[in-house]
């Protein structure tokens, strides 16, 4: 694969050609491709294989499964022009190739989520793309001969009403596969195993080739990292590694460095906000910046930038650090030491960059030292103190459970959006991915409430758990 700066020459592979649209991208395309759409294709599958890693965290079922890939796939895997679709797909499934080749954990995530990728896609498909597909494994599987079949139809037939499939097994082509290829077969017992042999039936066949894909891709991305490390990275300094260093910790949601919707929250109204509206990470600091009249620097950068975000104004933000600090440091010393990066983080000073609000991904991957409140409190919270946050934020008990259970298995980003749904009793369906996003996914719960009363003459009452104005019927 050839990266050029501008020119693009047409893609040699046609789309016309294959009658399934699913690859198993066995080796680098020979296309030339433009720098802008190495990126931008490679954030778009990124976006398909972070919402497969958060369908499968929320544990949704197979069939949900194929509905959501369905839907992601057609979101963010489109081209205008038709012939630059399979580009796409292959173009980015080779740069995702190279950027989560680099460390093990990247590696066994980027392998569990293509191939379950692929095999939602394998689904997707007609059934004549299906053995198409089929047909390129080459898999060295004889399928069962007659004779065979009748020796073992009574122990198929079981399995097959054990599984709730209905019918005989009679019209079914069964394929004898050794049973360690078909892991998710055997522990969901929905294959007939003798003498080391499972009996996979065509339908599901798919589990056989999720296994082959699986093997190949894994054995692609150890030999992408040797490339890597040995040539690549090098070679490609000025170029292509920024981007590939950049592409497995990026955010890929909206920007929120300017306040969009529900802008502009003034100096009166702060602490009621921060109650009902803010996300545990930035709660905690503003709780503790009230409390200390003090926030080391990670703790300023990463308040004061939401604060930015959500609609804070620069002489706001000013008077509001500076009424906390001068109570401990006073006045004039706020002035000299803290007044300075304030105004650096809206750009007005230094390079006048104007300074985007940090998103889940990088408070996440922080690393908090002593005496700092900045960070993610799913991650860098004990568990006793993270319970006692949750209690404090209205979050009941068994809610507060899903949460840790979310937590113990790392999903930090699924835990805060379990806690965005039991404080506002509705669902979040994409996850909370920034927190400013929290932020403005929370005032339109809490305004389209107010407008519902409103509406229909409700009456309302004040939650003293939220500090809000709540129909009478709502309760936490
Ligand atoms: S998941 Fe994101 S919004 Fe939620 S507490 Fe952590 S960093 Fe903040």
Not at 28 to 38: C, G, K, N, S, Y
Not at 248 to 277: C, F, M, R, W
Not at 288 to 293: F, Q
Not at 458 to 465: A, I, S, T
């Amino acid at each position: 694969m050839e990266i050029v700066g501008s020119r693009r020459k047409s893609s040699k592979s046609s789309a016309g050609d294959t009658v399934s649209t699913v690859r198993l991208y066995r080796s680098a395309p020979e296309l030339e491709v433009r720098l802008e759409d190495f990126e931008l294709y490679a954030v778009h599958r990124l976006r398909v294989l972070k919402g497969i890693s958060d369908g499968l965290s929320r544990g949704k079922k197979p069939n949900e499964m194929v509905d959501l890939v369905d839907k992601l796939w057609k979101v963010n895997m489109m081209h205008s022009e038709a012939h630059e679709v399979t580009n796409k797909d292959i173009i980015s499934h080779f740069v995702l190739r190279l950027v989560y080749c680099r460390e093990e954990e990247l590696r066994r995530w980027f392998l569990s989520m293509e191939t379950t990728l692929f095999r939602y896609r394998f689904q997707l498909e007609g059934s004549e793309a299906q053995r198409a597909l089929l047909a390129e494994f080459d898999l060295p599987y004889k399928a069962v001969s007659n004779a065979e079949y009748e020796s073992v139809k009574d122990k198929l037939n079981q399995v097959k009403s054990s599984t709730g499939q209905s019918g005989s097994s009679a019209d079914t082509v069964y394929y004898k596969v050794p049973f360690e290829q078909v892991p998710d077969l055997v522990a969901s017992r929905r294959v007939f195993i003798l003498k080391g042999y499972a009996y996979v039936a065509m339908n599901q066949v798919v589990s056989l080739l999720m296994t082959q894909y699986r093997s190949h891709l894994s054995k692609a991305l150890v030999l992408t990292n040797r490339k890597w490390t040995s040539m690549i990275r090098e070679q490609e300094k000025d170029r292509l590694t920024p981007i590939v260093e950049a592409l497995s910790t990026s955010y890929l949601g909206p920007d929120y460095s300017q306040p969009k919707e529900h802008a502009e929250i003034s100096l009166k109204d702060i602490d009621q906000v921060a109650k009902n509206s803010f996300p545990l990470c930035m709660r905690h600091l503003f709780e503790k910046l009230r409390e200390d009249h003090h926030l080391k620097h990670g703790g300023r950068m990463q308040l004061g930038l939401f604060l930015k975000g959500v609609g804070l104004n620069l002489d706001d933000a000013l008077a509001f650090w500076k009424a906390e600090f001068s109570r401990k440091a006073g006045a004039e010393r706020f002035d000299k030491e803290y007044a300075y990066s304030i105004r650096h983080n809206y750009g007005k000073e230094g390079k006048r960059t104007d300074y985007t609000p940090y998103s889940c991904q990088k408070i996440i991957s922080t690393t908090p030292g002593v005496g700092d409140h900045h960070g993610c409190p799913y991650r860098h919270f004990s568990e006793e103190n993270l319970r006692a946050a949750l209690s404090k934020m209205g979050v009941g008990n068994r809610a507060v459970e899903d949460v840790m259970d979310k937590v113990r298995n790392r999903h930090y980003q699924l835990a805060c959006t379990l806690t965005f749904e039991a404080v506002h009793g509705v669902s979040c369906d994409e996850g909370i991915n920034h927190p400013n996003q929290y932020y403005s996914d929370s005032k339109k719960v809490l305004e389209s409430r107010k407008n519902t009363c409103l509406k229909n003459d409700l009456k309302l009452c004040f939650c003293v758990m939220c500090f809000s104005f709540l129909p009478s019927q709502v309760s936490h």
